[in-house]
């Protein structure tokens, strides 16, 4: 039977121990607010509809973080439970997975470890067994010792048949548990344990937020970059536009091979970085770069931008050209350019057209090359 898998992600929280002075979740992790992590993370075809519980106080930015995935916000209550019970109400699969906006770097497959599992026993919940000594403390002392090969620390997600673990909250009442699967336990059965990972930790404190990269991105992890090349023709015989020797009865004159398609792409590139421009990096007195291939100076941009945190997304390029005719080359280009950036071609796109002879384009002076890069970060989860 395909049955349709729900999920409940809970962002309804506070974040309180995290003391960030809002909801932890928003907080930002590896430049995207720490919840658009584990909204991705269900964005798989396995799972039909996602709905996020969010408080009052973040419902318009948890709203927006939701939208482009076409998940559903509903407002939660005090406690996780509550949260819970209110989420249900909007669920229409037959399993549903519940699952803490908390818990970022949740793995794929532990996601369809879950739903395999509810398929065949009816339930599952996420847990590590402890491999710790555990002991039992009260007033600053162990009071005893506890055999740990039963012990299990419990994460998320949790997913039941939607019928059961409603019928569970209804018999809940108004009393708080601290997961899912105590809900199920005390009205329905024991939850049946699916294997969990020790990178699917909670954020709970502020020191669980790893700190190595800048927290600066928009909400998507991505950054855009614009840059523009202008060279004048000069004596020769061909041009070199993005690697392609194109005949041309001219040639571009420059201190490198004059590629301003390239020179573009890596002031982009540089830009979206938020790095120096191109200037800095192969300053024309630079007697290395005398005639040098653009292409190698742009792998060495590539380098710089991936030492930074970015590798590239897409390439939007224009070149405006009154001479020569560049349409036959554009594939070819595009091929090109996508071998040195390492990218699919259908990642790239150029463009060429002319100025209809206005300005120094239009009067056949020389060639500018604009390109819009999108960089996305090399640190995602
Ligand atoms: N949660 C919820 N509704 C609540 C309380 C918590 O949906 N009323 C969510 C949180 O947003 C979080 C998850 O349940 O994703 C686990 O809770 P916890 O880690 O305790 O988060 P907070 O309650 O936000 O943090 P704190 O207890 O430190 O205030
Ligand atoms: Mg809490």
């Not at 003391?19 to 995207?32: E, I, M, Q, V």
């Not at 964005?43 to 939701?66: Q, R």
């Not at 336990?185 to 020790?198: D, K, Q, T, Y």
């Not at 840059?227 to 009865?249: N, Q, R």
Request: hydrophobic share 40%; proline share 4%; net charge negative.
């Amino acid at each position: 039977m395909n049955e349709k898998v729900s999920a409940i992600i809970c962002a309804a929280g506070k974040g309180e121990r995290a003391g960030l002075g809002k909801n932890k979740l928003l907080a930002p992790l590896y430049g995207a607010p720490a919840l658009y992590h584990t909204l991705k993370k269900f964005n798989i075809k396995e799972i039909g509809e996602v709905i996020v519980t969010s408080s009052e106080t973040d419902f318009k930015e948890i709203s927006a973080l939701c939208k482009p995935f076409g998940y559903k916000t509903v407002l939660g209550g005090k406690t996780r439970t509550e949260s819970v019970k209110n989420a249900l109400e909007a669920v229409t699969g037959d399993i549903v997975l519940i699952h803490d906006g908390a818990r970022p770097f949740v793995e794929k497959q532990l996601i369809l470890n879950c739903i395999d599992s509810v398929k065949k026993f009816g339930s599952a919940v996420a847990a590590v067994k402890f491999t710790d000594t555990a002991a039992i403390s009260q007033y600053g002392e162990i009071s005893d010792y506890t055999d740990r090969e039963n012990l299990y620390r419990i994460q998320t997600p949790q997913g039941f048949l939607t019928e059961d673990i409603k019928k569970a909250y209804r018999l809940a009442g108004d009393k708080s548990y601290t997961d899912d699967g105590a809900v199920y336990m005390r009205f329905i059965a024991p939850p049946r344990l699916v294997e969990g990972s020790e990178n699917n930790i909670k954020l709970t404190y502020k020191n669980d937020f790893p700190r190595e990269y800048p927290q600066v991105l928009p909400v998507s992890g991505q950054k855009i970059g614009f840059g523009v090349d202008t060279h004048a023709f000069g004596e020769g015989e061909f041009i070199t536009l993005a690697g392609v020797k194109i005949p041309c009865g001219k040639s571009l004159i420059a201190h490198s091979d004059g590629d301003v398609i390239i020179h573009a792409v890596m002031d982009a590139y540089l830009s979206a970085a938020g790095l120096k421009d191109i200037g800095h990096y192969f300053p024309d007195t630079d007697e290395s770069t005398l005639n040098a291939d653009s292409a190698k100076m742009l792998e060495k941009v590539i380098e710089t931008v991936k030492n930074a945190g970015y590798i590239g997304g897409n390439l939007s390029v224009t070149v405006q050209a009154e001479t020569p005719r560049l349409s036959p080359y554009i594939d070819k280009m595009a091929h090109r350019l996508g071998e040195i950036c390492k990218l699919p071609t259908e990642n790239i796109a150029i463009a060429a057209g002319t100025c209809e002879h206005l300005g120094f384009v239009g009067e056949g002076l020389g060639i500018t090359a604009y390109c819009a890069v999108l960089l996305k970060s090399n640190k995602e989860i």
